[in-house]
């Protein structure tokens, strides 16, 4: 298997919603996007699927290696998609301090940690999740500098939304990113949470909860570039497809207990074309 068909695979067989945005993109920015993505795919794996927390920093610290010689002159990195990575960097102006930040990111989760705020809980955000958007756009290429600013509260409401979804999932195993805060002015406790305790306390919680991506998505909404529209229409397909999914989860009251909410695949083609469509009519842009 090639590095690139290796990276297009990891983010095929991840069912990832960025898949469909991907697909817009001309075929050498769609590889490094790949590249990307399967990074991210792999180093969160790191932090998920193990249960050995040093092997899982150690292994983490090998990332780092692979990161740095992506970089620096010398031997190309070891792993397969990390070569495609170097690759990658090479192409496009992608920041090292946005994958360290990922890797950052990733090796808080081993922590099980809690937050007693949002504003506790913003830093774990921008790693695994703005970082990311400042990569992309990179490789989608901007001219208005508040591309940068778009892709960081973008992500910000693209990892909302996640929590949003998988709150459940994470509670049993021992992540809970739900400010403390707010889970006890809400009378939700993390016993709740892994126990799958729908009533109504838990509603009102997620609302509060997804009133504050809503926000999240209108303040990148309001610093999208115009001018860099036809660059930006794999963001718009990524941010469009996951505020149909909060949409999704809102419509079904928050009932994220029984099963993983999904935006079907025929929605998710309708908001890449409208996106699509979108982008070519002049000062004007999709609504979320």
């Known amino acids: ?58 292994q983490l610290a090998r990332w780092r290696e692979d990161v740095a010689r992506c970089f620096e002159p010398g031997p190309p990195p070891d792993h397969p998609v990390a070569r495609q990575l170097a690759a990658a960097v090479r192409a496009y102006p992608i ?36 970082a990311v958007g400042l990569c992309c756009i990179e490789i989608f290429g901007y001219t208005d500098p508040r591309a940068r600013e778009y892709a960081v509260h973008l992500g910000t409401a693209l990892q909302l939304t996640n929590i949003l979804r998988d709150v459940g999932v994470d509670a049993r195993d021992g992540r809970v990113y739900l400010p403390q805060k707010e889970l006890r002015e809400f009378g939700v406790g993390e016993a709740d949470l892994i126990a799958g305790r729908h009533g109504e306390a838990f509603v009102r919680l997620m609302r509060h909860q997804a009133a504050r991506a ?7 909404a309001a610093a999208y570039p115009v001018v860099d529209a036809r660059s930006l229409i794999a963001a718009e ?27 079907p695949v025929r929605r998710k083609v309708a908001i890449a074309l409208r996106c699509w469509a979108a982008a070519r009519l002049p000062r004007r842009r999709r609504v979320a």
């Open 1 to 58: 298997m090639s590095l690139r068909s290796l990276s297009a695979t990891l983010t095929r067989r991840s069912r990832s919603n960025f898949y469909y945005a991907f697909l817009t993109l001309p075929r050498p920015r769609r590889d490094a996007l790949y590249a990307v993505y399967a990074f991210c795919r792999i180093v969160d794996d790191v932090a998920d699927l193990g249960r050995d927390a040093g092997a899982q920093r150690a």
């Open 95 to 130: 920041p090292r301090t946005a994958l360290e930040a990922i890797i950052d990111g990733c090796e808080m989760d081993l922590a099980r940690a809690r937050y007693e705020t949002f504003e506790d809980l913003r830093p774990y955000c921008d790693r695994v999740a703005s």
């Open 214 to 220: 809503r926000q999240f998505y209108a303040t990148a």
């Open 237 to 263: 397909i990524m941010g469009g497809i996951y505020h149909a999914l909060l949409e999704e989860i809102e419509a079904r009251r928050f009932a994220v207990f029984d099963e993983r909410i999904t935006v």
